[in-house]
């Protein structure tokens, strides 16, 4: 079975400062797809970043960059100088294959402080 | 390009009524998945719906059934009610054609039963 855990229930910064969202997967599988999705207040969930397991190279966007570990088992998002319009719940979700069904985690609420 | 779209997006009902939720994919994708989100939780896959047929289910009773047009728009159907029911449903949308291969989510309908 798989499961996702996203142990930081919610995290408060002020503007500007670096914030690290954590997330913990497992799964039997030897090919899987790890997501991250930011839910703003509106509800709708935005697709952020997809990664295969067989590619751990790491990846920066912007202000965003996430660090895959296999060893570890860990999918870590890190948002650079945040700012308020940050603030959102960011979920953490794992596929076993494409387009199939996703796990989630329970989400980390970020606030971001002007 | 229209994104996923839901209807309605409210909608309340009384414990044991029965309810129809509705999803239109985005253009070009055949796809549509089926996520109940409860309050503060991370969304739980309910059913995906490929060439009309349910593909893949969830953990959840058959009290949950749903239906896929040949236009590839959705219906999620929950029959007797429970107040456990209450959430955001979310719907979202895939297509082999995508390159990053990620599910494109609706706005959700939020229901409430009392």
């Known amino acids: 079975a798989q499961k996702v855990t996203q142990a930081q229930t919610e995290i408060s910064v002020v503007e500007k400062e670096d914030v690290t969202l954590d997330c913990v997967y497992e799964?039997?599988?030897?090919?899987?797809?790890l997501f991250w999705y930011k839910q703003p207040p509106s509800g709708e969930l935005v697709f952020l970043i997809r990664r295969n397991s067989f590619d751990e190279q790491n990846e920066i966007s912007g202000r965003y960059s996430w660090n895959f570990q296999k060893s570890t088992s860990s999918f870590n998002f890190t948002i650079t100088a945040s700012q308020v319009v940050d603030s959102a719940v960011y979920f953490c979700?794992?596929?076993?294959?494409?387009?199939?069904?996703?796990?989630f985690g329970s989400g980390t609420r970020l606030q971001v402080q002007p | 390009d229209a994104g996923v779209t839901q209807s309605p997006t409210h909608l309340i009902k009384t414990r044991g009524q029965q309810v129809t939720l509705r999803c239109s994919p985005k253009s070009g994708h055949d796809t549509v998945s089926w996520y109940q989100q409860a309050l503060g939780q991370g969304p739980q896959f309910i059913f995906q719906?490929?060439?009309?047929?349910?593909?893949q289910r969830g953990n959840f009773p058959d009290r949950f059934s749903g239906h896929q047009f040949p236009n590839y728009s959705s219906e999620l159907n929950v029959n007797a009610l429970l107040l456990g029911d209450s959430a955001l449903y979310l719907c979202a949308s895939s297509s082999p054609g995508t390159v990053l291969h990620e599910q494109y989510f609706g706005p959700g309908t939020r229901l409430t039963v009392t």
């Open positions: 799964t039997r599988d030897t090919t899987y797809y």
């Open positions: 979700a794992l596929s076993e294959e494409v387009r199939r069904a996703l796990t």
């Open positions: 719906y490929y060439e009309e047929e349910e593909r």
